[in-house]
């Protein structure tokens, strides 16, 4: 899922940065999976922990990553489980 996708689901599609910010603020990862959302363009992204522990958990989930100049980015999609 993309920023801008949960900020739509959330009543307000125009809202992706702030829901970026929302979810670097996120006290509680274990219950709100916030490393699951990803850029628009198939970059993961950032992650308040870390980019390596972001890479680890996505990997975890079974989501293939390649890394291209520097920029992480999304290969193969993510199982549907019902989470973020």
């Keep these: 899922m993309t920023y ?23 006290k509680n990862p274990g219950k709100i999976p916030c490393y699951r959302v990803v850029r628009k363009d198939g970059s993961i ?21 390649k890394n291209r100049g520097g920029q992480w980015i999304i290969i193969g999609a993510c199982r549907n489980d019902g989470g973020i």
């Design 4 to 26: 801008g996708e949960l900020a739509a689901k959330a009543g307000n599609p125009r809202a992706a940065r702030a829901t970026g910010q929302i979810l670097n603020a996120n």
């Design 45 to 65: 992204g950032g992650y308040s922990r870390g980019l390596k522990r972001k890479i680890a958990l996505l990997k975890a989930d079974g989501i293939k990553l």
